[in-house]
């Protein structure tokens, strides 16, 4: 029986129920109680194909992850989300510039470890987690602090691209 005539059935998983953890470098840590949305990962397989007279055969190639993309609510206090976010792209690496002797920049060695352990996390309806997604070697590639409009009474949202080179699942 399906699960939406028998009561009995396991439930299915619901787009609602989810937790981001993000165990960044402490004092840039973005709370996860603030996420709106995320998007789980996903993967692609290349192709390669060998031509042969009038035939083609495909083989499967190399997996690339696409990005995961997270919507944060900011808010007015000292850990807002755009106040996190700075602080993780100093983290990576990232200065202003205050003299031409500052040669800093960013390292994916720097950038990996200021984000530290990503995790998506699905939960049933008591709380309790029905899978994880953990992002390994998880970076910032993108992030957008939101738009602001005088005719608007939304939240402000911040979107993060965070890129990361394979995803583990765990049921």
Request: no cysteine; hydrophobic share 35%.
């Amino acid at each position: 029986m399906a699960f939406w005539t028998d009561a009995a059935a396991e439930d299915p998983k619901r787009k609602f129920n989810f937790i981001v953890e993000i165990s960044a470098t402490p004092g840039t840590r973005p709370q996860s109680y603030h996420v709106k949305t995320a998007s789980l990962p996903k993967f692609n397989v290349n192709k390669v194909e060998a031509k042969y007279f009038n035939h083609t055969f495909k083989y499967p190639g190399s997996i690339t992850w696409d990005p995961v993309a997270l919507t944060f609510i900011d808010s007015s206090q000292n850990d807002s989300a755009s106040t996190s976010f700075m602080k993780l792209l100093e983290g990576m690496g990232y200065y202003v510039p205050s003299s031409g002797l500052d040669h800093s920049s960013i390292s994916k060695r720097k950038a990996v470890s200021s984000l530290g352990t990503v995790k998506l996390m699905q939960l049933d309806s008591d709380g309790g987690t029905i899978n994880t997604w953990t992002l390994r070697n998880a970076f910032i590639t993108s992030v957008t602090f939101g738009d602001l409009a005088y005719g608007e009474d939304e939240l402000v949202e911040v979107q993060v691209e965070i890129d990361y080179d394979f995803a583990e699942y765990d049921s």
